[in-house]
Structures are given as structure tokens and as C-alpha cells.
């Protein structure tokens, strides 16, 4: 342990002061405190603990972490389409000045596919297997703009063009198991592009796929972002990704953003113990001869959280203060935020 | 070093929908897929050889026929010396206590009614070792604890363990019959980035520690680099590339290592890199390309005599043969679509239309811009007229007359780069075949040369 | 190592046969209501026909007009008689109890039989393959493609007076060593058991093979093949264990399937031939004394349906629990 200067009394801060730090007022989207539960038979899994962070326009925000650290259900939350028994119970998510979570469901839904859109990890899934891919890229065309079904299928080509699905005039009346993952995850591009949505918000969009694809898709989703200047969030859990589209980033640890702010600063210069953990063990391609540090331990229970900091038992550095006061994010830096209690710990 | 394990033209085809009324009935065909094709390898003593490319690539199928897991169609295998693919059952089961697999899925891997201790103990019953089940019980409790478990769960069910826990599980029961050497495919591709670490990791020491010779199957090049000292590379059940670990990294000769090695997103926002962008999907190796495998999505594929545009439009005008050649362009759809905005549609404007679509790639929103030289955008568009009129084989035929890579004709066989340990399949860098079109194309071959050696 | 592998060794015993009464409850708690009230439903007429003579004081055949009272022929329900008398001044409530016996060992043990050949032979075909897997579902298929009971009454006539017993002298045996079915091995019931059972393998057989398909897919099968264990060895030790959850399902509508069936052969006159009572039987007798005797007909017509419901109930809720797409483990073994 280092000699932190820290004062603890900093430090012990809520998740609303958290907000009113990171957070501006005017920003494309707003998250702030957001909270979000599962309920099931005798239990409470708090998925997400009281998230908070902006996006700004034309942006590109990562969210990244492992597997079950609430990043997913923090996309769902922010349209309030986390899937029963889960509820968004608290928090507010201002999109362009107003509140999602208190608007009714018609106007979530006038919302949904229209100026906000998502893409999904699986577009098997995400696609109706008995719909052709014409029809169903131009869905929100029909619901959102009234097009009619021929207007709405000519859009669909160009739509699909532009994202690059070769000879669209053929292929619009295909349905998608005649697609490859690739192509699929380029027609859910389409769709989420028809009316064109000021943000996309693409959870684990190449997860499914192989790592030339994945090329493909990310580079798209960039010259997409630079020519409509569409903000865009990427929940991934791959920080190759992170690194290389966005701007900026948060890093979630167990239903928290632990560390948020500018990419290139996070990267070089992380903060929090569980940052510097996650960076360490994701073997560099670029470098030679490299030993991974892992990170011990395994995430805690988010229906029973340890008392104090989350990341405490698995953490190299943890003292006893950091067992007992349970840390938010604060400034780090300009436009970089960290939830450890300590300035340097290491 | 001698060889451990060698892979001698070992090919896999699997038939697509094969039963007997099937092959009774002529106007149904058997489709072969040709997962794996006349592929040789070896792995030596001590080595850990590792084995990467994309899904569909053949390289599970390659290392599951290389155990007889599956049956290999053609080939051979040797361990040691014996020749595994003439292997009795008998002799087969000796075999399977000298090579183990650890396989990708924990969360499949292990038979969820079985405890742990039956899942340690079964192996080492099937093979003898130790004298009673005391003593098996003993020794499954000392390598669950060697893999990073304890005893108190040994007679624990698997779903009462995570996925890193479960995969070492299934790494103590390839352990239990102490192998020579291990195979792991895609061993942590299932996990989460931390765990991945713990894990291979844990493969790391377990192979220095009992000198385990290790065939290490993945997709992912980042995890390949930091375990594999030799890697080879799999495009479509053939052997593209193989070099050891750093030459492949530094020093990538075939154009699709070099494609995927800057495909991979790097954890390093300050690298901007020169992304080697690879048109169209994976084919599926069903129907595999002639020639080499990856030519139609090859960045340097070697154009045909007496081109002097572009690469880039070299390829656009490939990937518009492909397309037609697939009957994927059709003249009618295009037309309709035009109707729908203006009145009359001549056919000058279709093939303009197809143009743009196709070769031009207007509105695409990730695509360069690019010119043919204007012979070929002749040709082109007199083809694509040619479409429109309703011959669509004379638009096809024409293309194919006047643009036809050497890169289809024939296969490319390995080819050595210094030291003989390097070796790729690419036809860029086989002297024969680079002297022929040299003396066909003039510079362009050239040029492919030089940037493959560049990097 | 500073373990005590013998101490382990027996609470392993211990443990396993608690882990799984404790699986058992676990499946009951999670089915819902419905089922929860069949299971104790199915479990209420098990434990009656099991204690028949403890819960009527009459005998099933006891014609109640002669050794008691003449009056009590085809006589509604008193508290005496609460379900009334037959034609033959039999109790009618007696002959239910002990009916449910025949109805319940019928259903059981043709079952038993489907499940016996269903399963070896979907086994064998599933994991096998090729032109043995061919052959065997063809056969099956056949037998499928009869309408069943027409398939059951050509068996059943062509068997005649014989009992399968005479033809396999070895399930005979085995018969006559279980309880209460013991004493029907010169019966027709025995043949009907065996049709039943027979006509019902196919069903049992294409489930068997379809699971054993899916699971000698799965990985685990894969790396039993890798440990160099026997192919007999991994179909029964490996495949099997995880196939049987469907099985289980299918095997508790076919109960209720084959109650149903063994009454209609009954009604029919080809089934259970007297003295044993059945539901069917009951059914068939009364028939033409409905209007005025409906007691006779009534109350067997009621417990099959209630059992049928209930054992559909269960089977449905089984499934819902055992699903394959949405369960993650089967339990302990």
C-alpha cells in the first residue's frame, strides 16, 4: 500500500453526488443513479447499483466488463425493456432534456427504433425467422414514419446498402436464415438505421462473430457514427473493442461503473485496481513475450454485496478502510473518474 | 527436437444429409463438405504448436480426426512413431491415456450427473492406474488440488461450479491418465478475460511441470502469441501458414494471416493500424473456392495479364464476376426498382445502375472509391449490358475471358521463407508460379511480392 | 493427502441417497399447483388399491344379495354401500378399489414393457446409426402406423386363451413374483398387458432415440470417447442417465394412455376377463342399466377420468420442469 494522501472523507460519497459529478446537463443522453433489480423468490439481485454516466453527440461510449456485471441489463435499463422479473426502480435517463423512465409506455415506444435504437449480440435471434429481411428492416419505417409497405421496402434496399449487404434488390426478399451471421448483424445495422436514430446503442454487436467480420462491422459502425454523427454506446466485454472505436469509457465492475471517462487516458493511465486488473490479463497481440497478471478471486453475489468496496475481497491493494467504506466515483483527472478510495493504489 | 505427433495429408470430408434413399435418387446430391483437406502438420516433443483461424476453418475437425474422435477420410497420423489411424480398438484405448483433449465448453465437457470424483476417477479406472479405488480417490483429490481445487470438492456435482472452476475439472480429468501430450481446443474462449488468464495460466505451469507436448486450438490471436511456440494458420480446411510464434506475429507471409493479424482489436487505444480490410463473409468449404481457397476474398490476389488499374479495382471487378457467376445481379429487380422513381428506364440506365451498385459502390457507407482503368470499364459495362439484354452466360463468359485470376487456376503448395521453419501457401511467394505471371503481368506480381516480404 | 477417503467414502453412500430424496422434493416444489395436486391425486388411488382390503370390508366378487341382504341388487348409494350395488349385488365402491388395482398395474406394467423395449431399441438406434438405426425405426414405424387398437384386438384375439406366459415362460416368472399381479398369470389381463405395452414402444422409442441423438452430441459424450471408454459404456453410463428426463415425461402420459386403452379393450369385451374387476369391465356391464343404474356406470367412468387427468396433469407439469430448453441441470444421479 502506498502512502495515499487521500482523505477518506472525500471519498465517502452517494451514488447522486457521484451523478451530479460526472454527469452535465447537456449532453444527448443523461444517466444518472440509475438502479435496476431482479426480484425473484427470496432474493434481490441489485444488477445495476446506481450507474451514472453522459453521452455526448456523436460520441462513441463503451461499456465494458465481464460477464454479469450488469452491463447488458444497464442497456435495457436505459429503455426500460429490462426482461421480468427485473424493474429499473430508481435513477433518471435524460435523452435530449427529457426523462425516459417517467414517460408513458406509448411515448417509450414512439422513442424505441425511431431516435433511439439497439443492436443485439445474437441477430439470429434478433431477426424473425419467418419475416423476409426487406419487411423486417423496414419495420420501424412503417411504425415510426407511416411508410407503406412498398415505400418502406424501397428504403429497406437503400438502407441495406448502405450498410453494405451486396446486390440488396435480391437479397431484400431473403429471410434470414439464407444470411450469414455477418450479413445479419449488418441487416440489424440496417434496421436500427432506418429511422435514422440520433443514438444506437449496440450491445455485444460482435461478439457472435469471426474476428474478420468483427473488422467489418466495427469499421462500419464508425464510418456510420462520422457521417451522421449518430452517438453511439457498445456494451462489450472485449477491450480490443473499446479501444479501438470508442471515446469514451466505462468500466463496470459488479452493478457499478468503476472507472469512467476518456479511452486513451483510462488505457495509459488507469485508476482503479480492477481497471489496471482487467488490462493486465488481456493479452496484447502486438506484444511479445508477456506474462498475464490474473485476477484472483470471482465476482461477488449481487444479491449479497460485501460490505464496503465490491472490488475489496479480489483487490491486490485493499485495506481495511476499503472493507468499510463503500467508494463512488470522483475526479481523477480531467474528464476521468475512478471509484477507489485511494489515489494511487499501488 | 523429434516429432511427437505428425499429421501426414490427413483430409476429413463429412457428407452433407447422406442416408441411402438419398443416394438412391438422382436428382438429389450428397453435398461433401470438405472440413479438412490433405493437411500435414507435426507437433514435437515438448512444443506447444498452436492452431488458429475462423470458424469453419476445420481446425476441430483436423485435431478430432487426428485422434480418432472422428474418422479421418484420407491420411495418416503417427505418435511416435506408431501409426495412429491403423490403430486397433485396443490399441486405440493404450492411445488415448498418451494424448488428451480438453475441450471448449466446460459447461458441456462434463457429464452434469457425474461428481467430480467419478469424472477423475473413470479415466484412470478405464486405463488402469491405481490399484483400487482408494487410491484413485486419493490421487483425483491431489490433482484437483494441483489444478487449483481442493478435496471438499470432490464430491461436488458440476453445476456447483463456475466456469473457470468447471474448466479445471475437465483439465484434472485430461491430467488423471498423465498424458504426453494435451489438446485443447479453444480451452478458454468460453470464459471470462480474467478467468481466461487464470487458466492458461494453470496450462502454462501443468505443461513446463510434466513436459506436455500441446496442440492449442483458438481463434483468438492474442491468446495464440502468448502460449503457442510454433502457430499454423487454417483458412478453409487448408494449412495457410505456419511459423513459429514471433516470425508468424512480425514477420506474416500469406495475405490472410496478414488480414487477420490487423483484424485483431487491439487493447491499445493509442495504435492506429492499417487495417488490411477483407471483403465478403467465410465461404463455407461445402463448395470451396478452386485454386487457393481464399483467393475471391484476397486483398493482393494476383491479377490477370496486362492490368493496369488498381488492386482495389482489380478486385471490385472479381467480386462483380462472382456475383454474377452466382447469379446474384438481377437486370429485372434493378429495372423495377428504377421504374419506381422515374418513368422510363432505358437500359443504359440499368447497367449504369448495376454499375454503381456493383463496381462503383455508390452509398455504401464503408466503401473507398475506386476506378477501372477504362479498357476494363469497357468491358464491364459492356458485360453488365449484356445482362440486361437476358444473357447473363455471355455476360459471365466475357468477364471470365478477359478476368481471370492465376490465383484460381491452381492450388499453391507450401513454400519455405529463411531459416525452413516459416512456411506458407500463397502463390505470391512460389518462385515458379511468380516467374510465369511475372512474365504475364509485368510489375503488379512483383509488387504482391514486395509487400508480403515488407511486413 | 489428509483425507479420510473410507469415512468419505460411506457418507458418499449416505449422501447420494439423500441428495436424491432432496432432488425429489426439490422437482415437487418446483411443479406448479396442478401438478402438486395430481402427484398427491395419483398418489391417493396408488396407496387405495395398495390397501384395498383395508378399506372396504366386502370382497370384490362377494355377491353382497346373497350373503346379505336379496334387496341390495342394483341399489343406489347408502352409507353402507356409498357407491350403491351392481346387477349381482356386488359393492360397487369395493369393486372401484380393487378395480383401481387392475387399472394401475395394467397401466404400470405395460409401461414397464414399452418402456423396456422403447428403450433398448431407440438406444441401440440412435447411437448406433446407419441401417441398424434404419431398421429399427422402421419396425417401429410399422407398428406406429396400425391404428392401436385394432392392432391391440387382432394381438389379443390371436393370442386367444393362451397367455403370453405360455410363449415366454421367463416374464412369467417374473410376473409371479410381484405382489397382487402374481395371482393373474393364468389371466387374460397378462395378455393385455403385453399388447398394451407393445403398442405403446414405438412412442417410447422415438423419444428414446431423438434424446440419445441429442445428448451423444454433447460434448461430455465426446470426452468419454477421448477417456477410452467402452461405446457400451458411454451409452449406458453417459447418454442414458441424461436422455431419461423426456422419457420420464412420455412415460407418464402413457400410463394414462394405456388405463384408458385397458378400458376400452375392457368395454369391449377382449380385455380383463372376470373375475378381476376393472373399470372397463364395470363400465361395460352397466352400460345398459345407465338410466336408472347410472351408480353402476357412473362412478368407474369418473375415476378413470380423474386418474387420466391427473397423471396428464403430472406428465404436463414433469415436462415443464424437465424441458430441455430451459432446464440446466437434471439433478443428481
Redesign the interface.
Known amino acids: 500500500m502506498s502512502d495515499a494522501q487521500t482523505t477518506l472523507s472525500d471519498a465517502d460519497i452517494d451514488a447522486e453526488t457521484e451523478a451530479a459529478q460526472v454527469c452535465s446537463d447537456d449532453s444527448l443522453l443523461s444517466v444518472r443513479n440509475l438502479q435496476t433489480r431482479f426480484q425473484t423468490a427470496g432474493e434481490t439481485v441489485q444488477a445495476v447499483d446506481g450507474v451514472s454516466f453522459d453521452i455526448a453527440e456523436g460520441e462513441i461510449l463503451g461499456i465494458v466488463g465481464e460477464s454479469g456485471c450488469g452491463k447488458s441489463v444497464t442497456s435495457l435499463s436505459l429503455m426500460d425493456i429490462v426482461p421480468e422479473p427485473g424493474e429499473v426502480h430508481g435513477g433518471t435517463v435524460r435523452f435530449d432534456g427529457e426523462d425516459i423512465l417517467t414517460k408513458s409506455p406509448e411515448e417509450k415506444r414512439q422513442l424505441r427504433g425511431n431516435r433511439v435504437s439497439m443492436v443485439f449480440q445474437e441477430p439470429a435471434k434478433a431477426l424473425n425467422p419467418v419475416f423476409d429481411i426487406g419487411w423486417q428492416v423496414g419495420e420501424p419505417l412503417r411504425v415510426h414514419e407511416n411508410l407503406t409497405k412498398s415505400a418502406s421496402r424501397a428504403k429497406a434496399v437503400e438502407l441495406m446498402r448502405r450498410v453494405g449487404i451486396p446486390s440488396p434488390e435480391e437479397r431484400v426478399d431473403d429471410y434470414p436464415h439464407e444470411f450469414s451471421g455477418g450479413m445479419r448483424q449488418r441487416a440489424m445495422l440496417a434496421m436500427a438505421l432506418a429511422c435514422t436514430p440520433d443514438l444506437l446503442i449496440a450491445d455485444e454487436p460482435t461478439t457472435a462473430l469471426d474476428v474478420t467480420i468483427e473488422a467489418q462491422i466495427l469499421d462500419l459502425i464508425q464510418e456510420l457514427n462520422v457521417q451522421t454523427s449518430m452517438s453511439v454506446l457498445i456494451v462489450t466485454h472485449d477491450l480490443g473493442v473499446v479501444a479501438e472505436v470508442c471515446d469514451r469509457v466505462a468500466v463496470m465492475y459488479a452493478g457499478r461503473v468503476v472507472e469512467y471517462g476518456d479511452v486513451e487516458d483510462i488505457f495509459a493511465n488507469p485508476q482503479h485496481p480492477y481497471t489496471k486488473g482487467l488490462i493486465d490479463c488481456v493479452p496484447d497481440p502486438t506484444a511479445d513475450e508477456q506474462s498475464l497478471e490474473a485476477i484472483s478471486g470471482t465476482v461477488p453475489n449481487l444479491a449479497d454485496t460485501p460490505e464496503g468496496c465490491n472490488f475489496a475481497p479480489r483487490c491486490p491493494h485493499a485495506t481495511d478502510e476499503c472493507r468499510q467504506i463503500d467508494p463512488r466515483m470522483r475526479a481523477v483527472g480531467d474528464d476521468h473518474y475512478s471509484a477507489c478510495l485511494w489515489e494511487d493504489p499501488s | 527436437m523429434s516429432s511427437l505427433l505428425t499429421i501426414d495429408g490427413l483430409t476429413k470430408h463429412f457428407s452433407e444429409k447422406d442416408?441411402?434413399i438419398r443416394r438412391l435418387r438422382p436428382d438429389q446430391e450428397v453435398r461433401t463438405v470438405r472440413a479438412v483437406d490433405d493437411v500435414s502438420l507435426d507437433v514435437k516433443e515438448g512444443e506447444t504448436l498452436g492452431l488458429v483461424g475462423e470458424s469453419g476453418c476445420g481446425k476441430s475437425t483436423l485435431a478430432?480426426a487426428a485422434?480418432r474422435?472422428i474418422e479421418p477420410t484420407d491420411g495418416s497420423v503417427y505418435f511416435d512413431g506408431d501409426e495412429v489411424t491403423g490403430f486397433s480398438r485396443s490399441e486405440?484405448?493404450?492411445f488415448?491415456?498418451e494424448v488428451?483433449?480438453v475441450?471448449?465448453?466446460p459447461f458441456?465437457?462434463?457429464?452434469?450427473?457425474?461428481?467430480v470424483?467419478k469424472t477423475l476417477m473413470?479415466?484412470m479406472r478405464?486405463?488402469n492406474i491405481g490399484a483400487n479405488?482408494?487410491e484413485r480417490?486419493?490421487r483425483a483429490?491431489?490433482l484437483l488440488e494441483r489444478c487449483g481445487l481442493g478435496?471438499e470438492h470432490?464430491?461436488r456435482?458440476?453445476?456447483e461450479f463456475s466456469g473457470g472452476q468447471r474448466q479445471r475439472i475437465?483439465i484434472a480429468?485430461a491430467l488423471s491418465?498423465e498424458p504426453s501430450m494435451l489438446i485443447a481446443d479453444e480451452p478458454v474462449s468460453a470464459l471470462d478475460v480474467s478467468v481466461q488468464a487464470r487458466i492458461l495460466n494453470l496450462l502454462d505451469e501443468l505443461r513446463e511441470e510434466m513436459g506436455l507436448s500441446m496442440l492449442f486450438i483458438s481463434h483468438d490471436m492474442s491468446i495464440v502469441r502468448r502460449v503457442c511456440d510454433r502457430v499454423a494458420v487454417m483458412y478453409l480446411g487448408k494449412i495457410a501458414e505456419v511459423a513459429p510464434t514471433d516470425r508468424l506475429f512480425t514477420d506474416p507471409q500469406h495475405p490472410y494471416t496478414q488480414a487477420l493479424l490487423s483484424a485483431i482489436p487491439v487493447p491499445d487505444p493509442t495504435v492506429e493500424r492499417d487495417r488490411v480490410h477483407l471483403e465478403g463473409d467465410v465461404p463455407t468449404p461445402i463448395d470451396p473456392p478452386s485454386g487457393c481457397r481464399f483467393h475471391p476474398r484476397c486483398p493482393k490476389v494476383i491479377p490477370t495479364e496486362g492490368w493496369d488499374g488498381s488492386q482495389a479495382a482489380w478486385q471490385r471487378v472479381l467480386a462483380l464476376k462472382r456475383r454474377l457467376a452466382a447469379d446474384e445481379l438481377d437486370a429485372e429487380t434493378t429495372r423495377e426498382h428504377l421504374e419506381d422513381e422515374r418513368k422510363s428506364v432505358s437500359d443504359d440506365a440499368v447497367v449504369q445502375e448495376l454499375y454503381d451498385e456493383h463496381v462503383a459502390r455508390k452509398g455504401v457507407a464503408d466503401a473507398e472509391t475506386v476506378s477501372l482503368p477504362p479498357d476494363a470499364n469497357d468491358t464491364v459495362k459492356s458485360a453488365l449490358q449484356r445482362l440486361v439484354a437476358g444473357d447473363r452466360d455471355g455476360a459471365v463468359a466475357m468477364l471470365e475471358r478477359s478476368y481471370t485470376t492465376p490465383c484460381a487456376r491452381e492450388e499453391p503448395s507450401l513454400t519455405t521463407h529463411g531459416a525452413g521453419t516459416h512456411q506458407s501457401a500463397c502463390h505470391l511467394h512460389d518462385p515458379s508460379f511468380v516467374t510465369q505471371s511475372k512474365s504475364q503481368n509485368g510489375e503488379l506480381a512483383v509488387d504482391g511480392i514486395a509487400s508480403g516480404d515488407a511486413r | 493427502?489428509a483425507?479420510d477417503?473410507?469415512h468419505?467414502?460411506n457418507r458418499?453412500v449416505v449422501?447420494q441417497v439423500g441428495s436424491r430424496v432432496r432432488w425429489l422434493v426439490a422437482v415437487y416444489r418446483r411443479l406448479d399447483l396442478s401438478a402438486q395436486v395430481s402427484f398427491w391425486i395419483v398418489a391417493a388411488i396408488s396407496v387405495a388399491a395398495a390397501a384395498a382390503p383395508l378399506i372396504t370390508p366386502y370382497a370384490p366378487g362377494e355377491q353382497l344379495a346373497i350373503t346379505a341382504d336379496p334387496a341390495l341388487k342394483l341399489h343406489p348409494p347408502t352409507p353402507a354401500n356409498p357407491m350403491g350395488t351392481d346387477l349381482y349385488g356386488r359393492d360397487v365402491f369395493t369393486r372401484l378399489v380393487y378395480g383401481a388395482r387392475s387399472s394401475l398395474a395394467v397401466g404400470l406394467l405395460a409401461v414397464g414393457i414399452a418402456a423396456t423395449i422403447g428403450i433398448t431399441a431407440g438406444s441401440i438406434a440412435g447411437y448406433v446409426g446407419g441401417?441398424v438405426d434404419?431398421s429399427i425405426m422402421r419396425v417401429m414405424d410399422i407398428l406406429i402406423s396400425f391404428p392401436a387398437l385394432v392392432l391391440a384386438i387382432t394381438l389379443v384375439g390371436a393370442l386367444g386363451s393362451e397367455t403370453v406366459i405360455t410363449i415366454l415362460p421367463v416374464l412369467g416368472e417374473l410376473l409371479a413374483s410381484l405382489p397382487v399381479v402374481g395371482s393373474w398369470t393364468s389371466n387374460n389381463i397378462i395378455n393385455v398387458i403385453f399388447v398394451i405395452g407393445l403398442v405403446y414402444s414405438p412412442q417410447i422409442a422415438r423419444v428414446t432415440r431423438g434424446e440419445v441423438l441429442r445428448t451423444s452430441e454433447?460434448?461430455?459424450v465426446?470426452?468419454?470417447?477421448?477417456?477410452?471408454?467402452s461405446r457400451v459404456r458411454i451409452l449406458v453410463?453417459?447418454i442414458l442417465?441424461?436422455s431419461m428426463a423426456p422419457v420420464l415425461v412420455q412415460s407418464t402420459f402413457l400410463v394414462a394412455t394405456a388405463i384408458l386403452f385397458e378400458a376400452s379393450l375392457s368395454y369391449l369385451g377382449l380385455g380383463v376377463q372376470p373375475p378381476i374387476p376393472t373399470w372397463g369391465v364395470m363400465i361395460s356391464n352397466g352400460q345398459g342399466y345407465l338410466p336408472d343404474s347410472w351408480w353402476w356406470t357412473t362412478f368407474p367412468g369418473l375415476a378413470i377420468m380423474v386418474t387420466v387427468l391427473a397423471l396428464n396433469l403430472l406428465g404436463d407439469g414433469l415436462r415443464d420442469e424437465f424441458d430441455p430448453r430451459s432446464a440446466?441441470?437434471?439433478?443428481?444421479?
Open positions: 442416408s441411402l478430432r485422434v474422435l486405440l484405448r493404450e488415448r491415456s488428451q483433449v475441450f471448449q465448453d458441456a465437457s462434463l457429464n452434469p450427473r457425474y461428481t470424483a473413470e479415466p478405464v486405463h479405488d482408494t480417490r486419493e483429490a491431489s478435496a470432490l464430491d456435482h458440476p453445476h475437465a480429468r491418465v | 493427502m483425507i477417503t473410507k468419505s467414502e458418499s449422501d441401417w434404419e454433447e460434448e461430455f465426446e470426452a468419454a470417447e477421448n477417456t477410452g471408454l453410463q453417459h442417465p441424461n440446466t441441470d437434471g439433478g443428481p444421479n
